[in-house]
């Protein structure tokens, strides 16, 4: 169990430096992305339940924010860098 903490810090570590083969952009939007799955589906499951789920509009447009723009600027830069 330590060692498999120890690599996982090691990775996480390793995702902040300049050089390295992960896009932080897509991490950070597929983050986003799924939070906003998770609302959907709360929204959907309370809903059956008789109940609306209040969600802040500015918490909700900040995901999808946050989501467009990290995906559109990953794909500008895989785009404009050929």
């Known amino acids: 169990l330590r060692n498999t903490w120890i690599l996982t810090e090691k990775i996480m570590w390793a995702i902040f430096?300049?050089?390295?083969?992960?896009?932080?952009?897509?991490?950070?939007?597929?983050?986003?992305?799924t939070v906003?799955?998770?609302?959907?589906?709360a929204d959907?499951?309370?809903?059956?339940?008789?109940?609306?789920?209040?969600i802040n509009d500015v918490v909700y447009n900040s995901f999808l924010f946050t989501t467009l723009g990290s995906f559109g600027i990953a794909g500008a830069e895989k785009v404009l860098k050929k």
Do not use: C, Q
């Open 17 to 33: 430096k300049d050089n390295n083969e992960y896009n932080e952009k897509s991490i950070i939007g597929f983050g986003a992305f």
């Open 36 to 41: 906003m799955v998770l609302f959907a589906f």
């Open 44 to 54: 959907v499951a309370t809903g059956l339940m008789g109940k609306d789920l209040v």
